[in-house]
């Protein structure tokens, strides 16, 4: 009995020792795990950046986005939809949207939060490849590229009528997920640094990036990026005259001078003024807006195309927390929807790749 005790007491010291040690080992693992994700992130999120207007399916990983301007004004995306999306018919459910008359009504589709889903990833890629010059901070919060369906489910929310998170479990988001923040300065013409820094884990959310609270995790990717820096082309950026030449336009069919005044004559565009629409002050039109490369030529500027604009209808999401200026109530919340000028953020740029987009 007494041999038995001892071995029992040998086997349970060993027991103790390895049980202590389990944790230790579990806890490596989850940080070697950790930090090769945001390695590979790291290296992936400078390729997306310098690919330009790629619109790749894994930028729907980004929860949200908030941008620092330097007139100390705060803007905010989700990428969840609003919680009324599935009832476009119903006015009382949606946020108050006037027109340019003042009057109140439904917002337009295009405001609303499928819309903004569709091209969150063209808008993601432009807010962080703006300049610090336009926007000192540009903070992003990331669920990993190689999260799991069940992270992703986990972390799924909507944006309520007063501007509110709600996630679909009531214990909030459990899952890893990380902040991005990105720096973009011209040391030179056309040469930019590029920097991006994550921290890790997000533990608890916050009403802005600042007040958001992460792990001891921390890590800075620089890289160079020699190309041009372009902003982005929206067509509800273009005048309306320049909308109408560029709305004659057709992809992959070239059109004449001539052929883009004569249709602008022959529809109800040119009724109010036929003056205006002349082939010197088409051509005029169309010089400008090439300078802009919102359109192409040949060579001899006798044939027109139009090149992509970006409709970013993200823009058109972004609201201003508690303590800043925009259309949000005191406390923060989405007071209503207004058009980019009216307050909102309307900046977003793109690097051009090396290699023109066929």
Known sequence: MGEVAIALAVVAFGLVAVLGVLPVGLNVQRDNREDTLIKNDGEYWMHALRGGRLALDSLNHVEWMEIHTPDTKLYRAEFAALQFDGHPADSALWPVFHDAAGNAQLPP??????????????????????????????????????????????????????????????????TFSYLLESSVVERAPSFWEVKLTM????????????????????????????????????????????????????????????????????????????????????????????????????????????????????????????????????SGAFAEFAAPAQGYFSESYFFRPPIAAP
């Open 109 to 174: 589709a295009s405001y609303r939060g499928s819309l903004k889903q569709s091209t969150w990833r063209g808008d993601v890629i432009g807010w962080l490849s703006t300049p610090d010059s336009m926007a000192v901070r540009k903070i992003a919060k990331v669920r990993p590229m190689g999260s799991t369906v069940l992270q992703r489910k986990f972390g799924e929310k909507t944006v309520g009528r007063d501007g509110r998170v709600m996630y679909r479990n009531e214990g909030g988001d459990q």
């Open 199 to 330: 921290r890790w884990p997000i533990l608890e959310e916050g009403a802005t990036a600042d007040t958001v609270k992460t792990g001891p995790g921390r890590r800075t990717f620089v890289s160079y990026i020699h190309a041009p820096l372009e902003k982005a082309q929206a067509r509800w950026g273009l005048k309306q005259d320049e909308r109408s030449v560029y709305d004659t336009l057709i992809a992959d069919t070239p059109l004449t001078v001539e052929q883009i005044t004569q249709f602008l004559i022959d529809t109800k565009v040119a009724t109010a003024n036929r003056q205006q629409w002349d082939a010197g002050g088409v051509s005029a039109l169309l010089q400008g807006m090439a300078n802009a490369r919102v359109v192409r030529s040949d060579s001899a500027n006798r044939l027109w195309l139009p090149q992509a604009l970006y409709d970013s209808f993200g823009m058109y999401s972004l609201r201003s927390p508690a303590g800043y200026s925009g259309v949000a109530d005191a």
